[in-house]
Nanobody, 126 residues
Framework: VQMVESGGDLVQAGGSLTLSCTAS????????MVWFRQAPGKSREGVAA?????????RYADSVKGRFTITLDHAKKTLYLQMNSLTPEDTALYYC???????????????????WGLGTQVTVSS
């Protein structure tokens, strides 16, 4: 199993970015997928999750609700995170992961996921 994140960049506050996570080595559509982030000196935070089979099933952290959108493309085996209205508080290393097991659970807890990528850096300047 491999996850490769991309799309991170330096952006001004109020700007937008789209992150991608290309997955391989497992049945992409059968697993829930998640985006996490970790800022320097802070604990890892679950950002958004999506059901691999029923993409209308999503969950967002309160801190990003209404600004971020998680989607996936089965044909490309790619997970996306559209981020709008970015603030300096969104600065972090963003990771994707797949859920342990195929049952949907609207979880943003790291212990429910495995096969983490190396991350992509998002930096928002004020």
């Amino acid at each position: 199993v491999q996850m490769v994140e991309s799309g991170g960049d330096l952006v001004q506050a109020g700007g937008s970015l789209t992150l991608s996570c290309t997955a391989s080595g497992f049945s992409f559509g059968k697993y829930a997928m998640v985006w996490f982030r970790q800022a320097p000196g802070k604990s890892r935070e679950g950002v958004a999750a999506i059901d691999g089979e029923e993409a209308h099933r999503t969950r967002y952290a309160d801190s990003v609700k209404g600004r971020f959108t998680i989607t996936l493309d089965h044909a490309k085996k790619t997970l996306y995170l559209q981020m709008n209205s970015l603030t300096p508080e969104d600065t972090a290393l963003y990771y994707c992961a797949k859920k342990r097991g195929i049952c949907w659970l609207p979880s943003l807890s790291g212990s429910d996921y495995d096969s983490w990528g190396l991350g992509t850096q998002v930096t928002v300047s004020s």
